[in-house]
């Protein structure tokens, strides 16, 4: 088996996962500056290939949107795949050290608070729901 046409296929796999969910692709720095300066409250979906985590955070993150409240903007970044776009966005995530997969909340454009591996890794997609959730009832409006 190639190695690397078995990656595309885990990679374009997890892309597909969440760009179904309504997470808008972010593949270039410029993509991630102009999505991060909207007003209003920005959820960022750091995606990731990492198996555990990853197999945990994309359908969380498919999953906690269908709420009450919700972040105005959804957007994802693909760490160790777009680097330079991943890269962008970690510069706003100012006070968190790189983590993937994870989920970081802007508002305005400023990182109001992160969900980070260690916050995914070992729990169930229900536990990071349930996580997210509590993100969105302190930081967003009703839908």
Do not use: W
């Not at 949107?65 to 330079?84: C, M, N, S």
């Not at 980070?116 to 996580?131: A, L, M, Q, S, Y």
């Amino acid at each position: 088996m190639d190695f690397n046409l078995f990656m595309s296929d885990v990679v374009n796999g997890a892309r597909k996962e969440i760009t179904e969910a309504g997470y808008n692709e972010l593949t270039t720095p410029e993509d991630v500056d102009k999505a991060f300066q909207r007003e209003g409250t920005t959820l960022v979906m750091i995606n990731s290939t990492c198996g555990c985590a990853g197999g945990v955070a994309r359908p969380a993150a498919a999953n906690a949107i269908h709420y009450d409240k919700r972040p105005d903007h959804l957007v994802t970044v693909f760490a160790g795949q777009d680097r330079e776009a991943t890269e962008k966005a970690r510069q706003y995530f100012e006070g968190y050290p790189p983590s993937s997969p994870s989920f970081a909340l802007l508002k305005d454009g400023k990182i109001v608070t992160m969900v980070e591996r260690h916050d995914i890794e070992g729990f169930g997609p229900v536990d990071v729901v349930n996580r997210l959730q509590r993100v969105f009832d302190e930081n967003c409006s009703e839908i």
